[in-house]
């Protein structure tokens, strides 16, 4: 049986030390001001493009890989005798799963597999990680994309936003429900519904009425929560990192709990001070 390569893009939003420990290959997505472009998590930061947000008042747009980028990577490691497994930004929200599919069309079937995690982030993290773990008790490509398909629907995320802005003119979010948010000085928490972002509640007042509608929903789970990883996914939140790690170790093991940062792909549709709660659920 062939050894399995783990190939996730950008938006998995693992933290550095992590990919490194598992052995995971990235694709970075692109992020795009004016006619420069960045590879995230590679030349580019979080702070650096807020900066440039600031700086050159505007918004930036970003974009999927062409399948030739996956075609070479995927080569890499059929040449090193290794099946594939891949998943990333769900198809719904990127063209990065269909460019995927297309290069691993130029390889022999059944060496590729790509899920369509239908969500954002490390939702997508949330799957490699699983993937990891049966990769390392030697399962097969076929029987870790299988199992891996089988988890897409129970993972659950949801993240409020400071404003809505971001979202409104990256094309997620309605005309209608930005001004009433916005009017409302509202902090919406987006959740993940078959890969589409829904505006489900929109707390008033103060950031902290939204991390706390975030941890009710959290606990609303339990105990059909799954513990290996619980994730705590911001845009440079600090205050809401701390004040979110807080509320949930007094509900599970800390030692379940990751906390990362979203990248910059992540972060130019959702803007600073997001913040999220992401886990897998066992039913």
């Known amino acids: 049986m062939r050894k399995v390569k783990i190939i996730a893009d950008s938006t ?6 992590t990919v490194r420990a598992l052995d995971v290959e990235i694709v970075p997505l692109i992020v795009i001001f004016g006619d420069k472009e960045y590879f995230d998590g590679q030349n580019i930061t979080l702070e650096q493009l807020y900066e440039n947000v600031s700086t050159l008042k ?5 974009a999927a890989v062409s399948p030739a980028v996956f075609v070479e990577r995927f080569k890499t490691f059929i040449d090193q005798d290794y099946d594939i497994f891949v998943t990333g930004l769900g198809s719904t929200l990127s ?42 008790q030697g399962k ?22 400071e404003t809505l802005e971001y979202l409104y003119k990256g094309g997620r979010c309605s005309r209608t429900k930005f001004y009433i948010g916005t009017l409302l000085r509202a902090h919406p928490i ?18 902290v009425k939204a991390l706390d509608e975030l941890v009710e929903d959290f606990k609303k789970f339990l105990p059909n929560v799954d513990m290996d990883h619980i994730m705590i996914t911001h845009s440079i939140s600090p205050e809401g990192e701390k004040y979110l790690y807080e509320e949930l170790s007094k509900l599970v093991d800390p030692k379940c709990l990751m906390v990362t940062r979203a990248g910059c ?14 886990f897998i659920r066992t039913k």
Request: glycine share 6%; proline share 6%; net charge neutral.
């Open 12 to 17: 998995c939003d693992l933290n550095p030390e």
């Open 58 to 62: 505007m918004l930036p747009r970003t």
């Open 95 to 136: 063209g990065t799963y269909q460019a995927a599919l297309l290069a691993a069309k130029d390889f022999p079937e059944g060496r590729i597999r790509v899920v369509d995690s239908l969500n954002l982030s490390s939702s997508s993290g949330l799957l490699v990680l699983k993937a990891c773990k049966l990769r390392d």
């Open 140 to 161: 097969s490509l076929d029987e870790i994309a299988d199992e891996i398909q089988t988890l897409v629907p129970k993972v659950y995320c949801s993240f409020a936003v």
């Open 190 to 207: 987006i959740k993940v519904t078959d890969g589409k972002l829904d505006v489900y509640k929109t707390p008033k007042g103060k950031m």
């Open 265 to 278: 792909v992540i972060a130019s549709h959702c803007g600073p001070n997001t913040i999220g709660i992401l």
